[in-house]
Nanobody, 118 residues
């Protein structure tokens, strides 16, 4: 059973930083596509960043230059470094892993809350 567990969320002031972690378990870890998503109250879930099996990264325009996605294969952990946080970054953040042929993510974590105050 593949499991993803996020951590690192919290409350910060505008301009602050947080680093989210997504610990993976339940399978023989190989480099696979993984991503970070977020959902604010009353809004649809949006993709924040992704990293493919070759290590290439992609970001939503709203976070480019502020967020960095990375993987540590030895620790089987995905990270999201978030700098220069803004109140509009407030949301529940989720990690996801493994894309199927339909382009959908197969596995999701339970989420970690990020709250940015002005």
């Amino acid at each position: 059973q593949v499991q993803l567990v996020e951590s690192g969320g919290g409350s910060v002031q505008s301009g602050g930083s947080l680093r989210l972690s997504c610990a993976t378990s339940g399978y023989t870890y190989t480099r696979m596509p993984m991503g970070w998503f977020r959902q604010a109250p009353g809004k649809e879930r949006e993709e924040v960043a992704r990293i493919d099996s070759a290590g290439n990264t992609d970001y939503a325009d709203s976070v480019k230059g502020r967020f960095t996605i990375s993987q540590d294969n030895s620790e089987k952990t995905l990270y999201l470094q978030m700098n220069s946080l803004k109140p509009e970054d407030t949301a529940m953040y989720y990690c996801a892993a493994e894309l199927n042929r339909a382009g959908e993510w197969n596995y999701w974590g339970q989420g970690t809350q990020v709250t940015v105050s002005s």
